[in-house]
């Protein structure tokens, strides 16, 4: 059975790739480590029961120290992890670049150079992301033109080619289009959260831009799926997309939240969203104040003091940006996506995550 530590466990990827890994029956030790603990992590009662299993054992951590990562990494008799995932990483859009730097570039290096002094293990697996490809409405497949769209995606790149050069270093790369599932709070989430807001204020909800723009997904549990089937049976070097066969654009997630809200929603077109444009800014903050100020309000109605769940879309993310992602090639590898679409009971679920914590306002 194998030994594996998880990096970032207690984020949105980490807690379900510690219960895949769990319910997989076939690690006889998983070490979580995270900045943040489980207590405090609002995790769900299934999630929570997880990090209370005597398989696994929660290390708090703080990975930007080079001193902690080697605590985190030690084992009895100078053992080594058979796998090690990365799951650890600024996720936050919308920060500064010297940010990204700190907590996404410099924390994956020092990880990378602690794993090359543990030659037992066999290998690296990093989590990276999709965005890395220039925008496009042709699928990008792991070939494609590398021209990143979002400032996390550029500290992503250059991450990536860094770590390549660490000799050494048994590394697989996954690249994952927008993550949704239970414990998500930044890939679809935002805008469920939005469409909550316009149920309760009866107003109809509209994107920006067109209903054919790509905004491709893939769903949580074949991300950690993915991870593990790669730590297995892939090898050293490999590169891989992550994405579903759904092709998934605005106006299919527009679909799903008119059938889960019952609200009508739209979009903006070209013109009045390239007039935005010109002031774009100033347009996404008065968006985002229309949002946040209902979404405050249902909260406190439901006497919600404190919740990470907010409807606040960076940005980075509103421009005319097509996200498609060509995730076939790691089935050749014997990989199998178990979701291949986002559904109203997929995203009820993730509704349901935070619902039953106290932590979504459900009307």
């Not at 902690?68 to 058979?82: P, Q, T």
């Not at 067109?210 to 593990?228: E, I, Q, S």
Request: hydrophobic share 40%.
């Amino acid at each position: 059975m194998a030994t594996c530590l998880v990096l970032g466990a207690t984020g949105f990827i980490g807690r379900n790739l510690v219960e895949f890994l769990l319910r997989s029956g076939g690690c006889s030790l998983i070490r979580a480590v995270d900045k943040v603990f489980p207590q405090t992590a609002f995790l769900n009662k299934a999630h929570t029961d997880v990090f209370s299993d005597p398989t696994v054992q929660f290390m708090q951590g703080n990975l930007a120290s080079a001193a902690s990562i080697k605590k985190c990494f030690a084992l009895d008799g100078d053992k080594s992890f058979d796998y090690v995932f990365n799951c650890a990483a600024e996720t936050k859009y919308g920060q500064d670049e010297p940010i990204y730097k700190e907590k996404l570039h410099d924390v994956c290096m020092k990880i990378a150079q602690e794993v090359v002094l543990h030659p037992g293990t066999k290998k690296f697996v990093h989590l990276s992301t999709a965005q890395v490809y220039a925008a496009g409405k042709k699928p990008s497949a792991e070939d494609g033109k590398l021209e990143p769209w979002t400032m996390i995606a550029r500290a992503h790149l250059e991450t990536e080619k860094d770590l390549k050069a660490v000799a050494g270093l048994p590394l697989v790369i996954l690249r994952p289009a927008t993550v949704y599932g239970p414990g998500d709070v930044q890939g679809l989430a935002p805008r469920i959260i939005c469409a909550a807001v316009y149920k309760h204020i009866g107003e109809k909800m509209k994107f920006m831009w067109t209903g054919d723009l790509r905004f491709n997904t893939v769903h949580v549990r074949d991300v950690v799926a993915a991870m593990w089937h790669c730590a297995q049976n892939v090898p050293v070097g490999a590169v891989y997309n992550l994405a579903d066969k759904n092709d998934t654009t605005q106006e299919k997630i527009c679909a799903l939240l008119e059938s889960v809200f019952g609200i009508k929603t739209g979009f903006y077109g070209v013109m009045l969203s390239s007039a935005a444009k010109l002031n774009f800014k100033d347009a996404t903050e008065a968006a985002n104040d229309k949002h946040l100020c209902p979404w405050s309000d249902m909260c406190q109605a439901k006497g919600i003091a404190s919740t990470p769940l907010t409807p606040y879309i960076d940005q980075e993310l509103l421009y005319n940006n097509a996200f498609s992602v060509d995730g076939s090639a790691i089935e050749a590898t014997g990989f199998k996506y178990t979701v291949p679409a986002p559904t109203d009971d997929l995203i009820r679920e993730q509704i349901q995550y935070y619902a039953e914590q106290g932590l979504f306002p459900v009307e």
